[in-house]
């Protein structure tokens, strides 16, 4: 008797060379699947174009040198308004000092 796993046969050998191929083509399979649709186009999810970033953040420094430098109401029944930085320096300073404000 001949022991076949001495010498395997051409037909052994080409089935499992299949079987790894097809491992292997269906691993292919799954990566093209999952992940090739959901691949980001341009920025990624939740990104701004730096341009519109940009934009954004010359609109808020204008904003907050509005607001740094003018007067408004916060709160107009109870009389609490917001004052330009330097006036409210100047007033914090006078009352620390005990001067009265004109």
Known sequence: MSDRRANPSFL???VSIVAILGCFLV???LLCLTYIPNKPEGFPVGS???EERAARLSELRAEESLMATGYSWIDQDKGVVSL???RAMELTRQELSGQSSE
């Open 27 to 29: 691993f292919g399979l």
């Open 48 to 50: 701004v174009p730096p």
């Open 12 to 14: 052994n050998q080409g």
């Open 84 to 86: 330009p930085i330097d």
